[in-house]
C-alpha cells in the first residue's frame, strides 16, 4: 500500500514499533497543506500525534531555519506533557530538532534565549504566545513558522483565552501569510462553530472526525450507606471509593471544586489503612507539589489521584483505568471529556463511576447517564467577539510597533468572532485604548495612543509597553496569597488560598491545603504563614475554584423524569427521599409553580422551582429581589441554578402573588440591573481585560495604607456620569448574555397562571438542601438590609461597651 | 441634622454621613483628603485612564454638604489635589465651580503631604490652623489634644450576624479626630492596622459614614 505522504525515516519508525498510523493520522497528512483543518478525535486515539505528523514529515523531507510550528495548549502542564511525550519518537526517528515549551514557569533567561533563537517547535499557552507578538522582533522570532496546532480548541473556544488566541493567529497570520492552522479537539457538539473560529474569515476548515471508538462503560457507584439530602463532601461513599482504587491499577477522581477535594483527599487518607499511594491535584497547590504528583503518576507509582479541573485536559497519563466523578457531573459534555481520561487505550470503553454526594444528585445522575447514553451532547453558544479582549489586543499590538488602524480592523476581520465587528466598533476600542474613550475630553496631552504625522498609532511613551504585557492575558484570578510554613527563612510553600478566605483567618484557626491540616499563625508580607497541626477538625479553605452549571438540557430532563410514576433506576433511598419532599413539601409540577418558605441559618429563604434553566431563573432572582426590596422585604442575595432560585433575606414573604405580578417585573428593571453585584462583577473582568484596572501583582501591591480604590467606585462614577461608555456596553452586554430575555420569564408565569403554590415549612425540604452549596452566589446590594444589620450590630456592640448611653 | 454628635475638647462636632465634620457654633464643615484631580494624576504617571469625572464628584458632594450647613468657613485639611500638577491643570470649568463655593465664606486649604505648595485658587493657605480649643492639620501628631486631621483615610468593618459591612469611618477619643477621606477616588486603611491602634486611645470610637452615619467602639 503506497503512502507517499510518509517520509521513509517515519513510516521505518512506524514499522518498527509494529504499528499503522490510524486512518485520522494519514487524513491530517493528507491535508498537510490545507489552510485549516479540526481534528474531532477521542483520548487516546493518537490525536496528538496525528497533529504533529505533518511537521515531523515536513523535518524530516528538508532541514529548517527558525520556529517550524507553534503547538498552544490551554494548560502549561499539557505544554510540558507534550514536550515529553513528542521527544521520545522524534528521538526514535533521528530529527535533529529542538522541542522547547515556553509558559508562564519558564525563566527569563530561557525565554530570552527563545526569542533570539527559536527551536523547531514551540510548545506554548495563549497567554504566552499574545506576549510574544507583543514584541518588536516578533516579525524575526515567527519567520518561517509553517504551521500552528491548538490542542483542546473545544475547551479554548469557550473563553475569552480563545478570543485572544484567535486574535493573535491572525497577527501570526499577516506575519507569515502561510500559516497552516490544525485544531485538535475532544467530542464537541457543534463542530462547525469550532471550525469557524479556528480558521482565518473566510477560510474554510475540513472537519476530520476520528472513530469516535466503543461508547463508554459509565455507572453510579452503588454504595450501601445512602448519601445525604445534602452536602457536596460524599464522605458517605469512601469505603467504595477506597475499594474501587484497589481493584484498579489507577483511579482519577474528579471533584468539582478544590475544597471538595481537599476534603475528600482527606477522608480518604484516614480510611487507607493499606497505606494505598494516593495524591492530591489541584490549581491551588504550590507548583512544586504539583510537579512531584505529576512525575509520580508518570511513573505510575500513585493508585489514585484526587484532582479537579487542573488535571482536566488531554493529560497523556497512561496507566489510567478508572475514572470516578464525584458529585454532579453538572454538564455531559464535560463528563464525556472527563471519562475520555481513562483507558487511553484507543477502541476499548472507558470504564467511569459517578458518585452523587447528595440524594439530589443521584437524581442528576440519572438524567445525566440517559443523556451519555443518548449522545445529548450540551453547550450553549457563544456571542460575538468581546471587545474588552479586542482592547487589550490593541494595546498588545501597539506595544509591538506602530500601526495602521485600518490594516488592524482588516486583520481582526479575519477573527471569526470578529468577523462583524463594524468600523464604528472598532474605532470605539481604539479610542478607549488611546485616551480613555470618555465623553469629557479630559485626557488629549497624556494620550496613551497617539495618531503621527505618518498616519500610524504610535504609544505616546514607549516605556508604557512593559505595563501593556504586564497586565496581558484574559483569566480572572481571585487575588491569591501564597501558604507557606512558618520557619526562620521562609517555609515550604504548600500553595494558595483567596485573600478573602485569608481574611476571615485570626491565629490559631486550621484549615485543608494540600491535605494537611495547617494552623494559621499570621500574614506576611503577603504571606499566609502557617504551622503543622494534625490535632484539631479543620476550617476548610474556601477556594472558588471553577463555578459549573448543570445545563439546561439536564435539568428538563429531570423535570420529566420527576413526572413519572415509577423509576426503577433510583436507588430505594433516593426514591424515599422523593416521597418525603411530597411529603414536606410538593413536587415541582409543569404547570405550576412550586414556592417554598422557610427560616434557615437566621434567615428568612425563598425558594422558586421554576425549571426554566440558569439564566432564566437567574434573571428571576434579580427580578424577585427587586420587587422585595420595594415592598420593604429585605433581600440580601440569591443564587440560581437550572432548577430553582434560592432568594435570602431579612423578612418571611407571606404572599408571593404580588411578587410575579407581571406588570410590575419591568419597571425599574434596567436601573435596578446597572446596581446589581453581578454588573459589577462583570464590570471588573471587562476594565481588567482592557487595561483600565491593573493587576494585582504581588509584588506591587503595598501594605499598610491601601493606595488602590475598589473597582466599584469605578463603576459607580461611570454610571453617573458616563453611562454609554464603552466599558459599559461591554458589561451590560456580558451580564445579560447570562440574563434570558424577559420573554421567557413571562412565557413561565403566563402558563403557570394563579397556579403558584406557596409552602411554608419550619426547616430546609429535601429539594431546597444542595441550593445552600451552590457556587455564584450574588449579593443583593439591598440599602434597607444593609441599614437594618449596621443599626441591629452597632446597637448591640455600644451596649456591649456600656457606650450606648451616649 | 442627617450626623452623630460627640465632643472634643468642649466643642461640640457633628460627624456627617457625607464624612464631612460639622462645627455648629463656628458654622465651620471640615472636609480631608478630596484628591481632586487624581484621574489625571495615574495618567500623567503612566497609569490607565481613569474615568475623569472624580473631581466632579466629590465637587458635587460638597455642594450637598455646604448648601445643607450654609457653612461660614470651610476647612479642606490636605490632599485636597492630588498633586501639585493636578492642582495647575484643574481645568478651567471645575476652577469657576470652586470659586463658586468660596463666594462668601472664608475658606482654608491645609497643606497634606500630596500638594505642599502654596495654589493658584482663592482662599488662604496655611501648614495649620488653630482654632482654640481646637487645632486643624493634616496629619494627626503624637501628644497633641483638640486635634482635627486626616490623611489616614480610616476605614472599619463590622462583622453583622450576616455579612461583613465595611465603611470609611471618623475615627475620635478625647484628643483628636481623624476624618475619613471624602474624594471620590480614595481607598481606605482599615482601623484595625496598628498605626491607627497606636495612634488612638483604647476607649477611641468610630463613626461610620453612610445613609445613617453610626457610632461604635472603634474596632482593633
Redesign the interface.
Known amino acids: 500500500m503506497a503512502q507517499p505522504a510518509l517520509p521513509p525515516e517515519l513510516e521505518t519508525w512506524f514499522a518498527r514499533r509494529g504499528w499503522q498510523p490510524h486512518p485520522h493520522q494519514r487524513a491530517m497528512l493528507d491535508r498537510a497543506n490545507a489552510p485549516c483543518v479540526l481534528l474531532i478525535a477521542p483520548t487516546g486515539g493518537g490525536k496528538t500525534m496525528a497533529g504533529f505528523l505533518p511537521t515531523l514529515a515536513d523535518l524530516a523531507r528538508a532541514p529548517h531555519a527558525g520556529l517550524h510550528t507553534l503547538y498552544v495548549s490551554p494548560l502549561k502542564a499539557l505544554a510540558a506533557d507534550i514536550k515529553r511525550n513528542l521527544r521520545t519518537p522524534v528521538d526514535e526517528i533521528g530529527l535533529p530538532i529542538r522541542i522547547e515549551d515556553r509558559t508562564g514557569d519558564t525563566s527569563n533567561t530561557v525565554r530570552k534565549r527563545q526569542r533570539a533563537d527559536p527551536p523547531h517547535i514551540l510548545l506554548t499557552t495563549p497567554e504566552s504566545l499574545a506576549l510574544l507578538t507583543s514584541y518588536p522582533d516578533a516579525p524575526r522570532i515567527f519567520a518561517g513558522l509553517k504551521r500552528v496546532i491548538v490542542d483542546e480548541v473545544h475547551a479554548l473556544a469557550e473563553s475569552k483565552r480563545g478570543d485572544q488566541l484567535f486574535l493573535a493567529l491572525a497577527r501570526l497570520q499577516t506575519l507569515c501569510p502561510d500559516l497552516r492552522r490544525v485544531g485538535l479537539s475532544a467530542t464537541i457538539d457543534r463542530p462547525d462553530d469550532i471550525a469557524a473560529l479556528l480558521a482565518r474569515h473566510p477560510d474554510p476548515c475540513e472537519i476530520i472526525t476520528a472513530d469516535p471508538g466503543p461508547d463508554p462503560d459509565i455507572s453510579m457507584l452503588e454504595t450501601d450507606t445512602p448519601p445525604p439530602w445534602s452536602g457536596g463532601g460524599a464522605a458517605y461513599a469512601i469505603p467504595a471509593v477506597l475499594e474501587q482504587v484497589k481493584q484498579h491499577k489507577t483511579t482519577l477522581i474528579f471533584h468539582n471544586t478544590r475544597a471538595q477535594a481537599e476534603i475528600f483527599f482527606r477522608n480518604l487518607w484516614l480510611a487507607n489503612d493499606e497505606s494505598l499511594p494516593i495524591g492530591i491535584h489541584h490549581g491551588s497547590l504550590d507548583r512544586e507539589q504539583r510537579h512531584r504528583v505529576e512525575s509520580a503518576m508518570v511513573r505510575g507509582d500513585l493508585r489514585a489521584i484526587v484532582c479537579t479541573g487542573s488535571l482536566d485536559l488531554g493529560l497523556d497519563w497512561g496507566d489510567v483505568d478508572l475514572v470516578i466523578q464525584v458529585g454532579a457531573p453538572k454538564n455531559v459534555k464535560r463528563l464525556v471529556q472527563r471519562i475520555g481520561r481513562a483507558n487511553h487505550r484507543y477502541n476499548a470503553p472507558s470504564k467511569a463511576l459517578l458518585v452523587p454526594a447528595n440524594r439530589w444528585e443521584i437524581v442528576e445522575c440519572v438524567a445525566a447517564l440517559q443523556a451519555v447514553r443518548d449522545h445529548d451532547l450540551d453547550g450553549d453558544p457563544r456571542g460575538p467577539g468581546p471587545r474588552d479582549v479586542l482592547c487589550q489586543h490593541i494595546l498588545l499590538t501597539a506595544a509591538a510597533g506602530p500601526f495602521d488602524a485600518d490594516d488592524l480592523l482588516r486583520e481582526v476581520r479575519t477573527v471569526g468572532a470578529f468577523a462583524d465587528l463594524s468600523r464604528a466598533e472598532f474605532e470605539a476600542c481604539l479610542d478607549f485604548c488611546a485616551t480613555g474613550g470618555y465623553a469629557l475630553r479630559a485626557y488629549d496631552r497624556w494620550q496613551r495612543l497617539q495618531r503621527r504625522p505618518d498616519g500610524r498609532w504610535h504609544l505616546r511613551d514607549p516605556r508604557a509597553a512593559a505595563s501593556i504585557r504586564m497586565n496581558a492575558g484574559t483569566i480572572q484570578d481571585s487575588d491569591r496569597l501564597k501558604v507557606r510554613l512558618r520557619r526562620a527563612r521562609g517555609g515550604k510553600p504548600l500553595g494558595e488560598v483567596e485573600e478573602s478566605f485569608a481574611a476571615t483567618l485570626s491565629a490559631g484557626d486550621t484549615f485543608l491545603i494540600g491535605g494537611r491540616i495547617v494552623r494559621y499563625e499570621g500574614l506576611r508580607e503577603l504571606t499566609v504563614e502557617v504551622s503543622r497541626n494534625a490535632s484539631r477538625k479543620p476550617r476548610i479553605a474556601v477556594f472558588s475554584g471553577t463555578k459549573f452549571a448543570t445545563s439546561t438540557q439536564l435539568s428538563q430532563r429531570i423535570l420529566r423524569n420527576l413526572q413519572r410514576n415509577d423509576w426503577p433506576e433510583l436507588p430505594a433511598h433516593t426514591l424515599a427521599w422523593l416521597s418525603l419532599q411530597r411529603q414536606m413539601s410538593r413536587l415541582p409540577e409543569p404547570d405550576r409553580l412550586l414556592i417554598e418558605s422557610f427560616p434557615h441559618d437566621g434567615r428568612e429563604n425563598l425558594c422558586i422551582y421554576g425549571f426554566a434553566g440558569r439564566n432564566a431563573q437567574q434573571t428571576l432572582g434579580l427580578i424577585l429581589t427587586k420587587r422585595m426590596e420595594e415592598t420593604g422585604l429585605a433581600p440580601m442575595g440569591f443564587v440560581s441554578t437550572d432548577y430553582a432560585t434560592l432568594i435570602w433575606g431579612l423578612d418571611a414573604v407571606s404572599d408571593p402573588k404580588p411578587l410575579f405580578d407581571l406588570n410590575g417585573m419591568r419597571d425599574g428593571l434596567d436601573g435596578w440591573l446597572a446596581g446589581n453585584a453581578l454588573m459589577k462583577r462583570s464590570f471588573r473582568g471587562a476594565a481588567t481585560i482592557a487595561g483600565l484596572i491593573e493587576r494585582n501583582s504581588p509584588g506591587k501591591r503595598k501594605s499598610g495604607r491601601q493606595a488602590t480604590f475598589s473597582s466599584d467606585i469605578l463603576y459607580d462614577t461611570l454610571r453617573k456620569y458616563d453611562p454609554d461608555h464603552l466599558l459599559m456596553q461591554i458589561t451590560r452586554q456580558e451580564a445579560l448574555r447570562g440574563l434570558v430575555d424577559f420573554g421567557r420569564i413571562q412565557d413561565l408565569l403566563s402558563r403557570v397562571g394563579t397556579r403558584i403554590d406557596l409552602v411554608r415549612t419550619p426547616h430546609v425540604t429535601p429539594f431546597s438542601a444542595p441550593l445552600f452549596l451552590e457556587m455564584g452566589k450574588v449579593s443583593v446590594q439591598s440599602g434597607s438590609a444593609e441599614e437594618r444589620l449596621l443599626a441591629e450590630e452597632t446597637d448591640a456592640l455600644m451596649r456591649q461597651s456600656g457606650l450606648s448611653a451616649m | 441634622m442627617n450626623g452623630v454628635q ?1 465632643s472634643l475638647a468642649g466643642a461640640a462636632l457633628t460627624a456627617l454621613g457625607s464624612g464631612g465634620l460639622w462645627w455648629a457654633d463656628q458654622r465651620l464643615l471640615v472636609v480631608s483628603d478630596l484628591h481632586l484631580g487624581k ?2 494624576r495615574v ?2 504617571q ?9 473631581t ?2 466629590t465637587l458635587i458632594r460638597l455642594e450637598n454638604d455646604l448648601r445643607m450647613t450654609n457653612a461660614g468657613t470651610v476647612v479642606c485639611l490636605g490632599d485636597s489635589f492630588d498633586d501639585p500638577e493636578a492642582a495647575r491643570t484643574l ?1 478651567e470649568s471645575d476652577r469657576l465651580w470652586i470659586n463658586r463655593l468660596q463666594a462668601g465664606r472664608r475658606w482654608v486649604w491645609i497643606e497634606g503631604n500630596h500638594d505642599p505648595g502654596p495654589m493658584d485658587l482663592g482662599g488662604t493657605h496655611l501648614a495649620e490652623l488653630p482654632r482654640p480649643p481646637l487645632v486643624f492639620r493634616h496629619i494627626a501628631q503624637a501628644g497633641q489634644s483638640g486635634e482635627i486631621s486626616g490623611h ?2 480610616p476605614k472599619v468593618r ?6 461583613a ?1 465595611s465603611r470609611p469611618a471618623f475615627l475620635f477619643d478625647s484628643d483628636r479626630v481623624i476624618l475619613p477621606a471624602f474624594g ?6 482599615r482601623s484595625t ?1 496598628d ?1 491607627l491602634s497606636t495612634l488612638m486611645r483604647p476607649e477611641a ?1 468610630a463613626i ?1 459614614t ?3 452615619p ?4 472603634m474596632p482593633r
Open positions: 460627640f484621574a489625571g495618567l500623567r503612566g497609569g490607565a485612564a481613569l474615568p475623569p469625572y472624580e466632579r464628584d481645568a489616614y483615610h463590622v462583622q453583622t450576624r450576616l455579612r459591612i471620590t477616588y480614595t481607598g481606605g486603611l492596622d498605626v470610637r461610620l453612610g445613609q445613617t453610626r457610632m461604635i467602639p
